[in-house]
């Protein structure tokens, strides 16, 4: 890949972005959109003159059928390892209760989100972990229990799933689809700590480390 970072559009409905990262020689993807996604991330692949079999391997930031709805499809595309939160992993393979917003009128709708194919994970994260390539798997729960972001050592980058979202002002992920926002404004704090330049979110553009410091110091 001509770039390290290649953001991939994973649905215009839901807003959200995954992720071609290079890495010290690794490929990775972060994060696979709804079902329809999978086509997109290997046409953005083809586009970097890479293949399909470069990919070492897909990390989920977490359940929800927005970022790990086209998992199943890429990893039979790819054969790459699939890396998810240790809380998530049973929602993911579908033994576990999908986490549903908190209010009826937003589970209606988001059920779409809920009905997408289940795939067995292959590594479960439930400590700051290295990954291939050096990539850093980061525990960060609170919008889903086993949520994660995953930091970028070499490019001084967090990407962090729904731990914020950016569309508007920066903010904690919406609390009617937040699991637990308490545990979610303490990983806020705990990501904001590592003083990475760059965070990079799962919904809305890029901020800097100290916009996201900004945003815990409101948060105490």
Known sequence: MGQPVVRVN???KEAVSLFLVQHRGVL???DTGIAGSAKRILDALEKAGRKPEDVRQIVLTHCHGDHA???KALKEATGAMVVAGAEDVAVIEGT???PRPVDRVMRTVYESLTRYPRLPVDRAVS???HLDGGLVALPAPGHTAGH???HAPDLDTIFVGDLVWHLGPLRPSWRRVTQDPERNR???HRIAALAASKIVPGHGSPVTGERLSALA???R
């Open 10 to 12: 994973g649905g215009v």
């Open 28 to 30: 990775s993807i972060i």
């Open 69 to 71: 709805g086209d998992a």
């Open 96 to 98: 576990g209760e999908y």
């Open 127 to 129: 400590e700051p972990e």
């Open 148 to 150: 994660i972001a995953v």
């Open 186 to 188: 303490e990983s806020i």
């Open 217 to 219: 110091a409101k948060l």
